[in-house]
């Protein structure tokens, strides 16, 4: 079963636009969430990570919400631009390392010109 | 240049023939894992390892293999493969995280695999 579940699996934005993805996790343990960005050819790179003691973070045009009660987090991109576009994975583990990543499905952003 | 290295990047093989994905990182990192990413199913973890000769399966094991000899190699064994282990795998390593600090995991640029 999918512990960390990432919708929608496509999303198509204009540029400037606001990009939007959302997950929702099952296990009540996790207690980390970060956020990878993955462009075609390469690995998953870190972009942004929350932890459930903080509602929001912010780190330039990309910010995580988190709604512990709600079990749910999302991704939003703020005047998005066509160098944005990638794969975004959410993931989520128990602990203050990286070794047991729980990732989402995944969704491939495009930002149109 | 700190990074993690998979070699071969693309690999073709048939059902059977036994292969290893070697994979090494250059940071001194603790923790070394191996996933593979699947369309609709995003990134799955295959084992991992918290230090040498320390390892432990993740979510979809069977049919893998891994050794930690050293800190800094991490091989993927497939004894016996089959045409459903056909996926692009990545090869991760991390640091031991503080509390409070940021688990970071540095990925490689992944191995595709088709077993035929």
């Keep these: 079963q999918q512990q960390v579940k990432q919708s929608p699996q496509s999303l198509i934005v204009q540029k400037g636009g606001i990009s939007i993805i959302n997950c929702a996790y099952e296990n009540t343990a996790f207690d980390y969430f970060p956020w990878y960005q993955q462009f075609p050819g390469k690995g998953p790179a870190l972009l942004i990570a929350i932890r459930p003691d903080v509602s929001e973070k912010k780190e330039g045009r990309f910010t995580i919400s988190f709604n512990k009660s709600a079990k749910q987090f999302s991704l939003h991109i703020m005047d998005s631009q066509p160098g944005d576009s990638a794969t975004y994975f959410c993931a989520a583990s128990i602990g203050w390392g990286a070794q047991k990543l729980v990732f989402g499905q995944g969704t491939r952003l495009t930002i149109n010109p | 240049e700190a990074q993690v290295t998979q070699n071969p990047r693309y690999l073709i093989t048939v059902t059977g023939k036994k292969l290893t994905v070697t ?44 050794s930690r000899k050293e800190k800094r190699n991490f091989p993927l064994i497939l004894e016996s493969p089959s045409p459903n282990q056909t996926s692009l795998y990545f090869c991760a390593s991390s640091l031991y995280a503080r509390p409070g600090g940021v688990g970071e995991a540095f990925f490689g640029q992944g191995t595709r695999l088709t077993v035929v």
């Design chain 2, 23 to 66: 994979c090494s990182q250059n940071m001194n990192h603790e923790y070394m894992s191996w996933y593979r990413q699947d369309p609709g199913l995003g990134l799955r973890q295959i084992y991992y390892s918290m230090n040498v000769e320390v390892t432990d399966k993740g979510d979809v094991p069977e049919g893998y293999k891994v």
